[in-house]
């Protein structure tokens, strides 16, 4: 009897999970989580799966009918884009917004703030595909608005995504321009700030306005609703501000 009630339970427990799923872009990939585990604590019947990528390529994705619930985007343009192409149902609205920061395996001295990549020893300078990547129209906006980019075009090596552009720095490039939330990641606490990381200057670029909007197959999902409230609420800013992102 007791082994019976027990499956009852677990029966019971089974039909009334929900599994959802969001699509990320990767330089929300070192907060998504601890972003998850605190969803979960208040919505324990809610699993919410992941995909990871550039938020062009994850926008093809969507355009191509994949069965994603939420999009959480590097910029508004795509999560625009859908929704005016109605394969977002929700107003496209502001979760957070990045910033930018040079990083090198190798001490460096970054008083000279972005004209460090000037240095004569760097020849290999890591930044996100500009054509794909939020994050990496961002870099070749830095790196254009402070006349560098002449000097510099032949040094320039693109990752696919932010997280391929980290791994570029840290292992192939002398510096790059990276995502700063990926600098608080238990994984690069090892590399210290004024010596191997600074942040760039954000006149050097537009704001990266991050977008979430709820897509078709989201649409009148509670718990697809559930985990965009969550986004938006304080819990949710609390930490992504301890991943280096600003929140309204």
């Known amino acids: 009897m007791k082994r019976y009630m027990l ?4 029966s019971f427990m089974t039909l009334n999970a929900v599994e959802i799923t969001v699509a ?3 330089n929300v990939s070192y907060a998504i989580e601890p972003l998850k585990k605190a969803f979960k604590e208040v919505n324990p019947d809610t ?9 062009g390529k994850l926008t093809a994705q969507i355009r191509h009918g994949a069965p994603f619930d939420l999009f959480m985007s590097a910029n508004m343009v795509y999560p625009n884009v859908l929704y005016k192409e109605k394969l977002a149902v929700s107003k496209p609205v502001v979760y957070a917004q ?3 920061a040079l990083l090198s395996v190798k001490g460096r001295n970054y008083s000279n703030k972005i004209y460090v990549l000037k240095d004569m020893d760097i020849q290999k300078i890591a930044i996100a595909n500009p054509k794909t990547a939020p994050y990496g ?3 070749m906006e830095v790196i254009k608005n402070a006349k560098l980019y002449e000097v510099l075009k032949d040094k320039l090596v693109y990752g696919e995504s932010v997280s391929q552009t980290v791994a570029y720095t840290t292992t192939a490039a002398d510096i790059g321009i990276i995502v700063m939330s990926s600098l608080f990641s238990p994984q690069m606490s090892h590399f210290k700030e004024a010596i191997h990381w600074s942040e760039i200057d954000e006149g050097l ?4 306005d991050q977008g979430i909007v709820i897509l078709m197959h989201g649409e009148g999902i509670t718990e697809v609703k559930a985990f965009y409230d969550f986004i938006l609420g304080n ?5 992504l501000k301890s991943f280096g992102y600003k929140v309204l």
């Open 235 to 239: 819990k949710a800013k609390e930490i």
């Open 24 to 26: 990320v872009s990767t």
């Open 205 to 208: 670029y537009t704001p990266i």
């Open 98 to 100: 990045g910033s930018l």
């Open 137 to 139: 129209v961002a870099a």
């Open 47 to 55: 699993t919410v799966n992941v995909v990871l990528g550039s938020s």
């Open 7 to 10: 499956f009852f339970v677990w």
